[in-house]
Nanobody, 117 residues
Framework: QLQLVESGGGLVQPGGSLRLSCVAS????????MTWYRQAPGKERELVAG????????KYADSVKGRFNISRDNAKSAVYLTMNSLKPEDTAVYYC??????????WGQGTQVTVAS
């Protein structure tokens, strides 16, 4: 059964950091690019970052460049998002998915990130 399980969210003050994790199962993780998306209240889901299957190409939304870092561990079927210098506008539910240009699978439950003082 295919699963994407995100974790690591929470409440953090502006300027703080968080590391999100996504563990995948039910498909051959190492064959797929992986991406992080986020959805803020009242807004559409947007791409945050993506990483190719061999980590040889990475992309970021302009709004997070220089602050967020995506990485993966194919041996653990896991993809990570390290978020630094967090801003209130980063508040959203964060999701992972497979695929580079479009998401391949159904969405998991996501993990809530709230940036507030």
């Amino acid at each position: 059964q295919l699963q994407l399980v995100e974790s690591g969210g929470g409440l953090v003050q502006p300027g703080g950091s968080l590391r999100l994790s996504c563990v995948a199962s039910g498909f051959t993780f190492s064959n797929f690019a992986m991406t992080w998306y986020r959805q803020a209240p009242g807004k559409e889901r947007e791409l945050v970052a993506g990483i190719r299957k061999d980590s040889d190409e990475i992309k970021y939304a302009d709004s997070v460049k220089g602050r967020f870092n995506i990485s993966r561990d194919n041996a653990k079927s896991a993809v990570y998002l390290t978020m630094n210098s967090l801003k209130p506008e980063d508040t959203a539910v964060y999701y992972c998915n497979a695929g580079w240009a479009i998401p391949v699978y159904y969405w998991g439950q996501g993990t809530q990130v709230t940036v507030a003082s």
